[in-house]
Every structure is written in structure tokens, then in C-alpha cells.
């Protein structure tokens, strides 16, 4: 191959953190950038293009590299646009396709960061020949990539597959950020297992190992760690979390009918915590032609390489 390499990138609201990947999947070298530096664009672009070309030359320089793949919170594949992302500080509409390629002189393609892990399952992790399935991510919110007939969902603007945005609780829900209330990443994600002990030690009077801490400082990992500890609260909330999760996966299954569903995100090392409840109420939810059917995976992906292989997946497309 005369062009053996592409880019991956991830843009987060703190870091991006890019690498070179080659065509079995290797991240060959990888390094970062802070994006919550960068109020201008522009500015942002010449530090990445830094930092970046640095990595290339390790490589073989520019012209090894087949394109660059990215993905970014409210990442439109159609237009290259990130398009009012509300944890970055480009607002309103950023052509950074379009400025990247300018840059680099190569094809650059953009999706969000969901469809970038779903692309990346397919290719490299737990979807590998697979033609129908949802990924879902459980991290800070809840995102997810869908794909249908072995092609991610997009929609006719771009953005189909909000499904942490989907109503999960309809009386008196928790309040999203995006506006709504009752949206499943309120309830589903890292924040939401957080918001959780916060609600049950605050109107309950349930002994738990989690008192011991400020309610206002606890975390998702503090919850997994008690509940490992045998502590009984720590454990209901995460039985809590995956009913609401796996009735809503239930939901899911009935308009695509996936092989599998594919869990990917810092709440999976829960382990069975989060997955044990999940499939049960899956199972539990989902229409008789279905049950007994859909796969409940984790990914296969290493974390800290995982974004990075999903964007470089969307490169060799290019």
C-alpha cells in the first residue's frame, strides 16, 4: 500500500487525543492535545497540525497517510460540520472537515463520537462481521451508533441516533441538559449512577458505606466500589440503573432488530453489576420473537485505544 496509514482523532471536551493507525488496527503512536484550550478554532488547528505532523514523520511523513477520521461530539458525517456542541467552546456551526483537510492536505472525515465507536466495532472489535447491531456507550452521557444492513444510521440531516435522549422516565423525571426532562443518560450513564446515590442518601435513611463521603462528591466509581464491598444501597442503585437501561434496550431492539447489543464505556468495568440487571430486564421487555436472540456484549476494544480506532475506521472510507 502506498498509503498504509490514517489518523484517528477524538475530540472530548477536555483532550483530543489522536494516533496512526495502520490497516490490522494497531495504533502505532498516539498523543494529545487540549481542546478546552482553544477558544479559536483556528489556533486549535495549528496546534493539533503540530503536535499531529510530529507523530506523521514518525511514519513516513504526510504522504503515508490515506486520511484522517474524526470523532467529535455533534459530528455531522454529511457536511465535515460540528454543529452547537454544547461541551466544546466552538459555538454555533464549526466546518472543521473542511479546515483540517485545508490543512493537512488530505481527505478528512467526520461523524460523532457514537457512530465513530460503532464504525469501530465493526471493523476491529466485537461487531466484527456483523451487519445489524447498536452500540451503546456509557460514559459522562449516553450515546449510540446504529447500523443497520452493515451501514451506520445517519439520518437525512445527520444526527439519527440520540438514543440517551429518549424519554425513560415520564413523571417527574430528572432534568437533561439538553433541556428535557427524563432523558435515559439522566438515569443510564456515569453522572446518572452519581445522581442515583445522591437521591437515595438523601431521602432514605438506608444504612450505606457511601455516607461516609460528602453526597456531592460521590462518583460512579465510588458507588462500584462499595457495592463491591457488599454495601447494599451500592448494589440497589446499580440494579436500579440497569432496569431502566435494559427496558430501554428493549425499546431499542423492536425498531432494528439488532444481532447484538454492544456496551462500551467507563460504566461497563461495573462488570456484571450493571450487566446482570441490564439483561435480565432486556430479556424481560422485549417481544417474544426477540427474546432469547439479542446478543448483550461489551466491547472488545481496548479503552485508551478505542476512539482512536472507531475515527481511524471512518479514514479508510475516504
Given at each position: 500500500?502506498?498509503?498504509?496509514?490514517?489518523?484517528?482523532?477524538?475530540?472530548?471536551?477536555?483532550?483530543?487525543?489522536?494516533?496512526?493507525?495502520?490497516?490490522?488496527?494497531?495504533?502505532?503512536?498516539?498523543?494529545?492535545?487540549?481542546?478546552?484550550?482553544?477558544?479559536?478554532?483556528?489556533?486549535?488547528?495549528?496546534?493539533?497540525?503540530?503536535?499531529?505532523?510530529?507523530?506523521?514523520?514518525?511514519?513516513?511523513?504526510?504522504?503515508?497517510?490515506?486520511?484522517?477520521?474524526?470523532?467529535?461530539?455533534?459530528?455531522?458525517?454529511?457536511?465535515?460540520?460540528?454543529?452547537?456542541?454544547?461541551?466544546?467552546?466552538?459555538?454555533?456551526?464549526?466546518?472543521?472537515?473542511?479546515?483540517?483537510?485545508?490543512?493537512?492536505?488530505?481527505?478528512?472525515?467526520?461523524?460523532?463520537?457514537?457512530?465513530?465507536?460503532?464504525?469501530?466495532?465493526?471493523?476491529?472489535?466485537?461487531?466484527?462481521?456483523?451487519?445489524?447491531?447498536?452500540?451503546?456507550?456509557?460514559?459522562?452521557?449516553?450515546?449510540?451508533?446504529?447500523?443497520?444492513?452493515?451501514?451506520?444510521?445517519?439520518?437525512?440531516?445527520?444526527?439519527?441516533?440520540?438514543?440517551?435522549?429518549?424519554?425513560?422516565?415520564?413523571?417527574?423525571?430528572?432534568?437533561?441538559?439538553?433541556?428535557?426532562?427524563?432523558?435515559?443518560?439522566?438515569?443510564?450513564?456515569?453522572?446518572?449512577?452519581?445522581?442515583?446515590?445522591?437521591?437515595?442518601?438523601?431521602?432514605?435513611?438506608?444504612p450505606s458505606l457511601l455516607r461516609n463521603a460528602?453526597?456531592?462528591?460521590?462518583?460512579?466509581?465510588?458507588?462500584?466500589?462499595?457495592?463491591?464491598?457488599?454495601?447494599?444501597?451500592?448494589?440497589?442503585?446499580?440494579?436500579?440503573?440497569?432496569?431502566?437501561?435494559?427496558?430501554?434496550?428493549?425499546?431499542?431492539?423492536?425498531?432494528?432488530?439488532?444481532?447484538?447489543?454492544?456496551?462500551?464505556?467507563?460504566?461497563?468495568?461495573?462488570?456484571?453489576?450493571?450487566?446482570?440487571?441490564?439483561?435480565?430486564?432486556?430479556?424481560?421487555?422485549?417481544?417474544?420473537?426477540?427474546?432469547?436472540?439479542?446478543?448483550?456484549?461489551?466491547?472488545?476494544?481496548?479503552?485508551?485505544?478505542?476512539?482512536?480506532?472507531?475515527?481511524?475506521?471512518?479514514?479508510?472510507?475516504?
Amino acid at each position: 500500500m502506498k498509503k498504509p496509514y490514517v489518523v484517528g482523532m477524538d475530540i472530548g471536551g477536555t483532550n483530543t487525543d489522536f494516533g496512526i493507525v495502520d490497516a490490522r488496527g494497531n495504533v502505532l503512536v498516539k498523543s494529545k492535545i487540549r481542546t478546552d484550550k482553544h477558544i479559536d478554532i483556528n489556533r486549535y488547528i495549528d496546534d493539533l497540525h503540530g503536535e499531529l505532523m510530529r507523530l506523521i514523520e514518525q511514519v513516513g511523513g504526510i504522504e503515508k497517510i490515506r486520511g484522517i477520521g474524526v470523532g467529535a461530539p455533534n459530528g455531522n458525517y454529511y457536511n465535515g460540520n460540528i454543529e452547537f456542541a454544547p461541551n466544546l467552546l466552538w459555538k454555533g456551526i464549526v466546518p472543521l472537515a473542511k479546515l483540517m483537510s485545508a490543512k493537512f492536505g488530505v481527505p478528512v472525515a467526520l461523524t460523532n463520537d457514537a457512530n465513530a465507536a460503532a464504525i469501530g466495532e465493526m471493523t476491529y472489535g466485537a461487531a466484527r462481521g456483523m451487519k445489524n447491531f447498536i452500540v451503546i456507550t456509557l460514559g459522562t452521557g449516553v450515546g449510540s451508533g446504529i447500523v443497520i444492513d452493515g451501514k451506520v444510521v445517519y439520518g437525512h440531516d445527520g444526527f439519527a441516533g440520540e438514543l440517551g435522549h429518549t424519554i425513560s422516565v415520564r413523571n417527574n423525571g430528572r432534568m437533561c441538559g439538553c433541556g428535557r426532562t427524563g432523558c435515559l443518560e439522566t438515569y443510564a450513564s456515569a453522572t446518572g449512577v452519581a445522581r442515583s446515590a445522591r437521591e437515595i442518601l438523601e431521602t432514605t435513611d438506608k444504612p450505606s458505606l457511601l455516607r461516609n463521603a460528602a453526597a456531592s462528591s460521590i462518583t460512579s466509581k465510588d458507588v462500584y466500589e462499595k457495592a463491591i464491598q457488599g454495601d447494599e444501597v451500592a448494589k440497589e442503585i446499580f440494579q436500579y440503573t440497569g432496569k431502566i437501561l435494559g427496558e430501554a434496550l428493549a425499546d431499542f431492539v423492536a425498531f432494528s432488530s439488532p444481532e447484538a447489543i454492544i456496551l462500551f464505556g467507563g460504566l461497563t468495568r461495573a462488570g456484571n453489576l450493571i450487566k446482570d440487571p441490564i439483561k435480565e430486564h432486556l430479556e424481560k421487555n422485549l417481544l417474544k420473537l426477540w427474546q432469547g436472540k439479542i446478543k448483550l456484549l461489551t466491547s472488545e476494544l481496548r479503552e485508551s485505544d478505542a476512539a482512536v480506532l472507531g475515527a481511524s475506521a471512518l479514514a479508510w472510507e475516504v
